[in-house]
């Protein structure tokens, strides 16, 4: 599995856009870009993945680098209640092997 | 609608104990399982992970087993618990094969003293 690079903690005024960086620069062809994040004492939440194109859902947006090197997470209007550890994953489908993430506090 | 239930919520064992953690899938067919383990204050660590009934995978050598006796069962256990064994275990369940989106319950939660 790719080693993925995520910021220790991040900052995100309320209602502001939220954007997570994560580098994974050795990811493979066949590995995709995963988002979890994980609210304190609970298991972690699916947010999104993607392969190469832009990927949104109702929860976020993945945007992924031409040379999918690098992706950013978007969280468009953040809440209180996104405060988490945020998990950026470069795998193959049947293995999902968390790091340590962004722990992202929304400031009120 | 799919379900996972893992049991029991929290547990505190003595050293050298033996432990079993069931987690059960309702409302699907072959799922992938998983067993993560999150120590205080560290990462979740992929523990085993099955794509099928008795197909056991172990990421990382240490004291504990896992076994799938049925389709959507996946049971976790120790004979001997160490100091080192406590954590937050959490079981997971995806619609395998080639799907990543995993469904984690609600985790059960080990003190051994």
């Known amino acids: 599995d790719a080693k993925t690079t995520q910021p220790t903690s991040m900052d995100c005024a309320e209602g502001r856009a939220a954007n997570l960086p994560c580098n994974h620069s050795?990811?493979?062809?066949?590995?995709?870009v995963y988002w979890y994040r994980q609210i304190h004492s609970q298991g972690p939440q699916y947010i999104i993945h993607?392969?190469?194109n832009n990927e949104t859902n109702e929860m976020a947006s993945l945007i992924i680098t031409e040379d999918r090197k690098s992706s950013t997470l978007i969280l468009p209007h953040a809440t209180l209640r996104d405060t988490a550890v945020y998990y950026c994953?470069?795998?193959?489908?049947?293995?999902?092997?968390f790091g340590k993430g962004t722990r992202l506090h929304i400031l009120p | 609608s799919q379900t996972i239930h893992q049991w029991p919520a929290t547990l505190v064992q003595p050293v050298g104990s033996p432990l079993s953690l069931e987690c059960t899938v309702e409302?699907?067919?072959?799922?992938?399982l998983y067993w993560y383990r999150q120590a205080a204050g560290r990462g979740l660590q992929l523990l085993f992970y099955?794509?099928?009934?008795?197909?056991i995978s172990s990421e990382v050598p240490q004291n504990l087993s896992a076994s799938r006796p049925q389709d959507r069962q996946f049971i976790l256990s120790s004979k001997k618990l160490l100091l080192s064994d406590s954590g937050f275990y959490l079981c997971?369940?995806?619609?395998?094969?080639?799907?990543?989106?995993?469904?984690f319950g609600e985790g059960s939660r080990l003190t051994v003293l």
């Open positions: 050795t990811i493979s062809g066949n590995e995709y």
């Open positions: 997971a369940w995806s619609r395998g094969p080639n799907t990543g989106e995993l469904f």
């Open positions: 993607g392969l190469k």
């Open positions: 994953i470069a795998s193959p489908f049947d293995k999902i092997i």
């Open positions: 409302g699907t067919s072959n799922p992938n």
């Open positions: 099955s794509v099928g009934i008795g197909q």
